[in-house]
């Protein structure tokens, strides 16, 4: 398994236009006729697309240099050669293209269907056809063709966690995202000191992913790790939902699930509002450590009464429950996000009738 990358550097080559040909008619009577040598073909240019089916950028980290084909050189009897084809890169929506050697940047890819020729094809030459004058009836000249244009970039995408997952330091979140995740992206602009934020890519039905990440820093960073960690949550604005990781086996005198629950969830409304009004599922950790699966079913429908929502339980490390929670949050993702899309086409159809 390899690792999901939201970065990649990468080089693009368009091709180069091919050679213009230097060739004679030759006829049975006209032994030595006019110039009939085609121009080359065109180059073909590197056009990258947005596409809001894919969702990462792993496809740029298999291979690194992409390249549009050349064109073919002229041909004989004034026929111009083959243009290469065109190299089509299809990127998700919301991938940003930078120039690798400037930083600049040169594309934002935030609509689908979004296209940019980002490397032209280089033209083909001129056959010596064209160069036929009056002084000059039999030109030995052509044109080379034109290199195309070489790029090196850098594709960004911002990640969006679909969940985030909320909990007490040592709950197990970091153990759970290990544990579902399909790849561990690298979080690449945040240098954290102490707190190390995770991401994990989960994929739960043929072709379908969400993306997980803890919230990191609720508790434990009461000083300089706040700071750090509100920086993370800013990548986290956009997360759907909230999956709230409780640990049963804590064993400090004023801890407890309900206490726990209650204490996350005050952090959280502080240190995010917005984060803290996402709906939430709500999830028992551990349950391999407070005894058996009985046991563990018993607190969770004892907090379940308490606080008035549903209470999965899992362990994270034996990965009792686990198969069941992803699908359920897969599932769940996917009928929020038909939700809003049928709200969507209800405001559009409003703003017609
Ligand atoms: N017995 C048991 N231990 C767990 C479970 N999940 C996590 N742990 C342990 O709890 C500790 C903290 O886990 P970690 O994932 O680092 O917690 P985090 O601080 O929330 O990221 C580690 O020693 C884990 O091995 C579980 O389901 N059962
Ligand atoms: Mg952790």
Not at 19 to 47: H, L, Q, T, W, Y
Not at 185 to 207: C, H, M, R, S
Request: aromatic letters at 6%; glycine letters at 12%; proline letters at 5%.
């Amino acid at each position: 398994m390899t690792d999901f990358i939201d970065r990649a550097k990468i080089e693009i080559r368009a091709g180069s236009g091919g050679n213009g040909s230097i060739n004679f008619r030759r006829e049975k009577f006209a032994p030595m006729g006019g110039p009939d040598g085609g121009d080359g073909g065109n180059g073909g240019s590197v056009i990258f697309v947005a596409d809001h089916n894919l969702g990462t950028l792993l496809d740029f980290t298999f291979q690194r240099i992409f390249l549009a084909e050349n064109g073919e050189k002229g041909q004989r009897k004034k026929m111009s050669g083959k243009s290469g084809d065109d190299l089509i890169l299809r990127l998700p929506v919301g991938s940003m293209i930078y120039d690798q050697e400037t930083g600049d940047l040169i594309a934002d890819m935030d609509a689908d269907g979004k296209t940019l020729m980002a490397a032209k094809g280089g033209n083909g030459g001129w056959g010596n056809v064209h160069f036929k004058s009056s002084v000059n009836q039999a030109p030995r000249r052509a044109n080379p063709g034109q290199p195309g244009e070489c790029k090196k970039l850098l594709l960004e995408l911002k990640l969006i966690a679909d969940v985030g997952i909320a909990g007490y330091p040592n709950a197990g979140k970091s153990t759970l995202i290990s544990r579902i995740s399909a790849a561990r992206p690298k979080i690449a602009d945040y240098p954290f000191t102490t707190l190390t934020p995770n991401l994990g890519v989960v994929q739960w039905d043929e072709g379908k992913t969400y993306v997980v990440a803890d919230v990191p820093g609720l508790i434990e960073g009461a000083s300089e790790g706040k700071g750090l960690g509100y920086q993370f949550l800013r990548h986290l604005e956009r997360t759907k939902l909230i999956l709230h990781l409780i640990d049963p086996s804590a064993h400090e005198p004023e801890r407890s699930p309900l206490a726990d629950y209650h204490v996350i969830n005050r952090e959280l409304s502080v240190y995010s509002p917005e984060l803290a009004g996402k709906p939430q599922i709500v999830v028992i950790n551990k349950a391999d450590a407070i005894g058996d699966e009985d046991d563990a079913n018993r607190v969770a429908r004892e907090l379940s009464e308490q606080i008035g929502a549903d209470v999965h339980v899992i362990s994270a490390v034996t990965g009792y429950g686990i198969e069941k929670l992803v699908t359920f949050l897969g599932a769940k993702l996917l009928e929020m996000k038909k939700a809003a899309e049928a709200e969507a086409a209800a405001t559009a159809d409003e703003q017609i009738s």
